[in-house]
């Protein structure tokens, strides 16, 4: 309904706009026209009035290309200039002294008149003898398209198109073609060019109609624009509450988990370290057991430790590496004696397939040494009912891929991209009961990176894992 408004408000406005301007130009055609022919009278006047009036006034009506015709008659309709009518003219011309009104054959003045299909201008003037006579003109058609309409309208500033009917409705000017526009108004002429009109037409589809569509059209697509925009908007700030939230939830639970985490080893070594201080155990053998345990949940305890202080350095962007070409074989020995207490009381069946004839490889010993270990550790903690872990090395695609399997629970597929991020842990059931920070994993691709490598995983639940470092012999 608005649009229907604007619509009709914006015609409206338009037609009163074209006919204000309408007027004008009509207003100032009849100026030109009458400020010509009023200065065309008054030399008139003159001739009529000098020696020789004859041979003046021919001259005059050949200087005046807008006079096509002149004939001066007294008032009572006899031929004062020139000697005779030319062919027809007495029909047209011979009526003009009848036609001015008593007044103005008194006064004097102009008068244009409509005598048949001919416009005639005639002033009543004074001649020699100081008589009245009449000047009829009639114009010519080409000089007045030529000096005064194109002079007049042709430099008018309009989307609109100009035109100019004459008292036939003829079209006898017009800017620009008009055969395919639609009329807008139309405006009679002062006395001067009576029953002509000016007329205005506007170019097919750049009526105020259209525009108001056109501009609607805008709008709305700015508007589809800005809701696209807006929605965009939306979604992506839900999305980044969503991940701010969801971190906050993995930050406290990992504060709650590595809390959780040194507190058990802790609790272990100050058990054991107490039994031996108070000297119940008695048996050498024991001791030596008990001493044992200890050192094995300190080990554990500085893994930790190393681990939330790596992983603090890599958020940091402190972490550095001390690369020097070393052998992958004692690495995996080392770290293998680390766990081989935990390996054995869990009962795993173990299985290395280390070459000692690899390639050195240039890597940083301690780090690649904190991600096997922390692949081991995982094997152990997320192991099932069958308790097996492989650790092999090969040669492949110009560098070592060393690989870590267990027969353990196994990761869904859907998460398998997910476990590599800061704080991620699989569902809550799987990992329930198991000690974690979220954080190992980070870490070994954090290390592998660094190094120029990749790590990978292979996974089915119920199945086992296989995590895959590769490194690059450079
Ligand atoms: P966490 O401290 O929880 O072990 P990690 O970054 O080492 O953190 O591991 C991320 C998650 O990946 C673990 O919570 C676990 O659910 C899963 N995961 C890692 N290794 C294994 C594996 N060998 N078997 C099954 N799940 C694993």
Redesign the pocket.
């Known amino acids: 309904m608005s649009l229907r408004q604007w619509e009709r408000s914006a015609d409206l406005l338009f037609r009163e706009q074209a006919r204000d301007m309408a007027s004008m130009a009509a207003e100032k055609v009849a100026m030109v026209l009458r400020h010509g022919e009023d200065e065309f009278f008054f030399r008139l006047e003159a001739r009529l009035a000098g020696a020789n009036a004859a041979r003046g006034v021919e001259e005059l009506v050949a200087e005046s290309p807008l006079v096509a015709r002149l004939y001066v008659l007294d008032r009572a309709g006899r031929l004062v200039y020139p000697a005779a009518f030319r062919d027809g003219d007495a029909a047209v011309f011979g009526r003009v002294p009848a036609e001015i009104p008593p007044a103005v054959w008194e006064r004097g003045g102009r008068r244009d008149l409509v005598v048949g299909e001919h416009v005639i201008v005639a002033a009543v003037l004074k001649a020699r003898d100081g008589a009245p006579v009449v000047a009829a003109v009639a114009r010519d058609l080409e000089a007045l398209k030529r000096d005064v309409l194109d002079k007049t309208l042709a430099s008018l500033e309009a989307p609109t198109i100009v035109a100019v009917l004459d008292h036939l409705d003829r079209r006898v000017w017009s800017r620009a073609p008009v055969e395919r526009a639609e009329p807008v108004t139309a405006v009679t002429f002062r006395d001067e060019l009576p029953r002509w009109r000016l007329a205005l037409y506007q170019p097919a589809g750049f009526g105020p109609r259209q525009a108001v569509r056109r501009q609607v059209m805008v709008f709305t697509a700015a508007f589809v624009v800005l809701l696209a925009l807006i929605a965009a908007g939306i979604v992506l700030a839900w999305r980044l509450t969503r991940r701010e939230t969801e971190m906050a939830r993995l930050k406290s639970d990992f504060v709650a988990?590595v809390s959780h985490d040194l507190k058990t080893p802790l609790s272990v070594i100050r058990m054991f370290g107490e039994t031996l201080e108070m000297g119940r155990v008695t048996s050498e053998a024991q001791r030596q057991e008990y001493y044992r345990v200890i050192t094995r949940e300190s080990e554990r305890l500085s893994r930790l430790i190393d681990n939330v202080l790596d992983f603090s350095r890599i958020e940091g962007g402190r972490r550095r590496y001390d690369m020097a070409p070393a052998a992958i074989e004692p690495l995996v020995r080392e770290t293998l004696d680390a766990f081989a207490i935990p390996l054995e009381q869990h009962g795993f069946k173990v299985d290395v397939d280390v070459p000692p004839d690899l390639p050195q490889i240039r890597m940083d010993a301690d780090a690649v040494g904190q991600a096997l270990a922390?692949?081991v550790?995982?094997?152990i903690?997320?192991s099932g009912e069958r308790r097996a872990l492989r650790v092999a090395a090969v040669r492949r695609d110009g560098g070592v891929a060393l690989s870590v399997e267990?027969d353990?629970?196994?990761?869904p597929r859907d998460e398998q991209a997910r476990?590599?991020e800061k704080f991620?842990?699989?569902?809550r059931s799987?990992?329930q009961g198991?000690?974690?920070?979220?954080?190992?994993?980070?870490?070994?691709h954090h290390v592998v990176e660094a190094h120029g490598g990749r790590v990978t995983v292979d996974?089915e639940p119920g199945r086992?894992?296989r995590?895959t470092l590769w490194l690059p012999v450079r």
Do not use: H, P, Q, W
């Open positions: 988990n922390n692949l550790d995982n094997a903690k997320y267990d353990g629970l196994g990761i476990i590599f991620y842990r699989v569902g799987e990992t198991r000690r974690g920070s979220g954080v190992g994993l980070a870490l070994v996974s086992g894992s995590f």
